[in-house]
């Protein structure tokens, strides 16, 4: 669908700018969006480098350790099926702090390994267990105590105070971590009754 919607759009916009006279005013903001959007790649590309450095240094140290004692007992409550798997759990340790860093992008290879241990895991290889089901979950609505994405992106986009919303993302994103793990709950309580009937 995207395929076809994207076009049309250009095909609009480059249409309109030769009928309105307004072709010189495209082809400068081409170049300055070519522009932005590669200093914001090296930007972000920076900051996954440096994240992704930080986590790889951190899963060969005893800090992975630390950081599973922290979080056992919320792994335990979110996912009660991988009691007896330590390399599942490790895995959706560092996915869970890489999301609560704000690290996008450098969670999801944290998290696509969490998802293969899970899988194997898995008793019915063609439906999402309820432990894979709450990974996605964490992973699209995670807490974020340091939204480094975003930071990194108002920065390079000239923004005079980048880390003012750092407050408005720890409510939205505690909102909607509640949100997301409660439903996910009820859900999974729903499920395992229907199965036992």
């Known amino acids: 669908m995207l395929n076809l919607v994207w076009p049309i759009f250009i095909i609009i916009s480059?249409?309109?700018a030769i009928f309105s006279g307004n072709l010189q005013n495209l082809n400068s903001s081409?170049?300055?969006?070519?522009?932005?959007?590669?200093?914001?790649?090296?930007t972000m590309l920076g900051t996954m480098c440096l994240w992704s450095g930080i986590i790889n240094?951190?899963?060969?140290?005893?800090?992975?350790?630390?950081?599973?004692?922290?979080?056992?007992?919320?792994?335990?409550?979110?996912?009660?099926e991988i009691k007896g798997n330590p390399k599942a759990q490790d895995e959706i340790s560092m996915n869970?702090?890489?999301?609560?860093?704000?690290?996008?992008?450098?969670?999801?290879?944290?998290?696509?390994k969490a998802m293969e241990s899970l899988q194997k895991e898995n008793k019915n290889k063609k439906e999402l267990s309820n432990s894979m089901i709450m990974l996605i979950?964490?992973?699209?609505?995670?807490?974020?105590?340091?939204p480094t994405t975003i930071i990194a992106i108002r920065s390079s986009l000239g923004s005079e105070n980048p880390t003012s919303i750092i407050f408005p993302v720890w409510i939205a994103t505690i909102c909607a971590g509640v949100a997301g793990i409660s439903v996910t709950k009820l859900f999974m309580k729903y499920t395992n009754k229907r199965e036992k009937l």
């Open 14 to 16: 480059f249409s309109y």
């Open 30 to 42: 081409i170049f300055e969006s070519i522009e932005s959007a590669v200093n914001l790649s090296i």
């Open 57 to 80: 240094v951190a899963q060969n140290t005893s800090i992975i350790q630390v950081i599973n004692k922290l979080l056992k007992p919320i792994i335990k409550f979110l996912f009660p």
């Open 96 to 112: 869970m702090v890489a999301n609560i860093l704000g690290l996008g992008n450098a969670a999801t290879p944290l998290g696509l």
């Open 137 to 146: 979950v964490l992973n699209t609505a995670s807490i974020q105590l340091i």
